[in-house]
C-alpha cells in the first residue's frame, strides 16, 4: 500500500488514538514509520498509510466509519 505519509496527529485521527499516544509508539517502535530530524534535533515522524494498515491488521481495528 502506498500513499503521502501521515504525521501522528493525523494517524491518529485514522487510529482513534491520542496523537502522544502515536508518537510514544513510534518512539518505542511499537508501529512502523519513518524518522527525519529538525534544525535542533527533534524527531519528526511520518507514518505511511500501510504503516497503519498493518497495525490495524495486527491489532483488530475495524475501519473508521466515514462521515
Do not use: F, N
Not at 509508539?25 to 512502523?32: H, K, L, Q, S, Y
Amino acid at each position: 500500500m502506498t500513499g503521502t505519509p501521515m504525521t501522528p496527529r493525523q494517524a491518529a485521527k485514522e487510529l482513534g488514538l491520542h496523537e502522544k499516544t502515536v508518537r510514544q509508539m513510534c518512539a518505542t517502535r511499537r508501529i512502523g514509520h519513518t524518522v527525519t530530524y529538525g534544525p535542533k534535533g527533534q524527531a519528526r515522524y511520518h507514518l505511511s498509510p500501510g504503516d497503519i494498515a498493518a497495525w490495524k491488521y495486527t491489532h483488530h481495528v475495524e475501519p473508521k466509519a466515514q462521515r
